[in-house]
Antibody, heavy 122, light 107 residues
Framework: EEQLVESGGGLVHPGGSLRLSCAASGFTFSTHTVVWVRQAPGQGLEWVSSISPGSHDIYYADSVKGRFTVSRDNARNLLYLQMDNLRVEDTALYFC???????????????WGQGTMVTVSS | AIQVTQSPSSLSASVGDRVTITCRASQGIRNDLSWYQQKPGKAPKVLICAASSLQSGVPSRFSGSGSGTDFTLTISGLQPEDFATYYCLQDHDFPFTFGGGTKVEIK
């Protein structure tokens, strides 16, 4: 079964740091772009960051640029999101997802994890 | 960043109704738009990519159209399992951006 499982969420104070992980299984992780998407409580979806299969192409939402760092370990089928200088407004459920299409301009996020909750509060 | 305005933010409809949701991009994005369905407490599910390409396993009552700046998701014959929140996502230019969502509720 193709699966993504996030971990690492929790409660952190403003200005603090947290590292999220996303473990992939059941598919060839190293050939897919993977993405972080978040959702604040009761709010809509927000695209956060993406990383290409070989880590050559990395992008961030303006709201997290300079504070978050995405990385991946293809040997261990792991995706990471290092979150520094966290703000109250970063409080959200963080999903990892994969782009189904490899080597194509098409984009479709077809497999999603269950999400890991990050709460930033004093 | 490209802004995506989705409307309406919510709507009430009955089983069997035809429902239309629109997304407007702040600049032309060709056909680089996808649609997602999210039910409470669940992860999103992709319905359509490239504006009109139905993903495998998605019922044919869902359809998408549009290019440039204006896009539409249509549900022809709303079913009980379709009551959910729908989002569009522009994947034309980084950073990608979601629309604000449309909650489809039972009338």
């Amino acid at each position: 079964e193709e699966q993504l499982v996030e971990s690492g969420g929790g409660l952190v104070h403003p200005g603090g740091s947290l590292r999220l992980s996303c473990a992939a299984s059941g598919f060839t992780f190293s050939t897919h772009t993977v993405v972080w998407v978040r959702q604040a409580p009761g709010q809509g979806l927000e695209w956060v960051s993406s990383i290409s299969p070989g880590s050559h192409d990395i992008y961030y939402a303006d709201s997290v640029k300079g504070r978050f760092t995405v990385s991946r370990d293809n040997a261990r089928n792991l995706l990471y999101l290092q979150m520094d200088n966290l703000r109250v407004e970063d409080t959200a459920l963080y999903f990892c997802t994969r782009d189904y299409y490899t080597g194509s301009p098409l984009e479709a996020y077809d497999i999603w994890g269950q999400g890991t909750m990050v709460t930033v509060s004093s | 960043a490209i802004q995506v305005t989705q409307s309406p933010s919510s709507l009430s409809a009955s089983v069997g109704d035809r429902v239309t949701i629109t997304c407007r991009a702040s600049q032309g994005i060709r056909n680089d738009l996808s649609w997602y369905q999210q039910k409470p407490g669940k992860a999103p599910k992709v319905l359509i990519c490239a504006a009109s390409s139905l993903q495998s396993g998605v019922p044919s009552r869902f359809s998408g159209s549009g290019s440039g700046t204006d896009f539409t998701l249509t549900i022809s014959g709303l079913q009980p399992e379709d009551f959910a929140t729908y989002y569009c996502l522009q994947d034309h230019d980084f950073p990608f951006t979601f629309g604000g969502g449309t909650k489809v509720e039972i009338k």
